[in-house]
């Protein structure tokens, strides 16, 4: 722009083995591309390999050797104790181990009583016992020495060992339940057994012409009947009967106007006794037998 072709650029050099470039034409500037050595040559690596377990480089100086064990000495033990996961292959050829580090189950149940449900193979390939907590459940039923009674109660104890009770049996005055020989409650009592009732020919009417409980009665002829029950064990048993008012007009009396009815029993077995039913006033006089109506219970005394 100023018309003055002699103030350009008219010459770039370099001065060889200095490294500088020149520029003339005016004022000169020098430029070093060098590092201070004045040594082009040894600026590349002209070679780069591994041989032998170590890293070679080479420039212009020769060539550098450092060993690939130098990298990989940290992995030849990674953990020192575990289970192999991986194995890493160095540089230089070395085979290592990777190891996952080992948690043991070397007592899953601490409780001092346990039950033993599985076996476990831990990483350490130890067999360990898996163990539930053992809980218990009894009852006093067996009499003692020390304690001849036994009280039937229910004892539960828990995983820690403590117990907890309940009373099958109350200990209150004057009760009549009992603890059975299985612990159970037993009802320690009389009891009705077997109980009746029988009205004159009403035995013959049907299913519906008496009123019994674990019994029969059977008429075995005027005046005599036999009652009947499952065995009862004994012949230690009450029988209380009540014989029916005919009121001056009992049956088979001819209407003479029996006035004395009467109903006994007799003969006890485990399974049945007799009734004997008529009028008593006579005199010197044998019973007269009659169907009199009666009512009976058989009751059950306590062992």
Not at 10 to 32: H, P, V
Not at 102 to 111: E, G
Not at 128 to 134: M, S
Not at 243 to 271: F, K, M, R, S
Request: hydrophobic content about 30%.
């Amino acid at each position: 722009a100023d018309a003055d072709a002699t103030n350009e650029i008219q010459d770039i050099s370099t001065d060889g083995n200095a490294g500088n470039i020149a520029i003339s034409g005016g004022s000169t500037l020098n430029l070093n591309v060098n590092d201070a050595d004045a040594d082009a040559t040894n600026e590349t690596n002209t070679g780069f390999a591994v041989s032998g377990g170590n890293l070679n480089i080479t420039d212009a100086d020769g060539t550098l050797s450092v060993p690939l064990t130098d990298f990989d000495s940290e992995l030849t033990q990674v953990v020192a104790t575990g289970n192999t996961i991986a194995t890493h292959v160095s540089a230089s050829g070395t085979s290592t181990n990777i190891l996952e580090t080992v948690t043991t189950l070397t007592n899953p149940n601490t409780a001092t009583t346990t039950n033993r449900i599985a076996t476990y193979n831990n990483e350490a390939a130890a067999s360990v016992d898996i163990n539930e907590t053992v809980t218990s459940f009894s009852q006093d039923n067996t009499p003692t020495t020390t304690d001849p009674t036994a009280t039937g109660e229910i004892t539960y104890t828990d995983e820690a060992g403590n117990p907890s009770t309940a009373q099958v049996v109350s200990a209150n005055t004057n009760n009549q339940i009992t603890v059975g020989t299985d612990g159970g409650a037993f009802l320690n009592m009389p009891v009705i057994y077997a109980t009746g009732r029988y009205l004159p020919n009403e035995l013959e009417t049907g299913p519906n012409s008496k009123a019994v409980y674990n019994s029969t009665i059977t008429r075995n002829s005027q005046g005599s009947f036999t009652v009947t029950f499952p065995d009862i064990g004994t012949t230690n048993y009450i029988v209380q009967i009540t014989a029916e008012d005919c009121q001056g007009n009992c049956p088979d009396n001819g209407n003479n106007g029996y006035d004395d009815p009467t109903v006994v029993y007799h003969t006890l077995t485990n399974t049945s006794f007799q009734i004997r039913a008529g009028d008593n006033d006579n005199g010197t006089t044998v019973k007269d037998p009659a169907d009199l109506g009666f009512m009976f219970t058989v009751i059950r005394l306590p062992n």
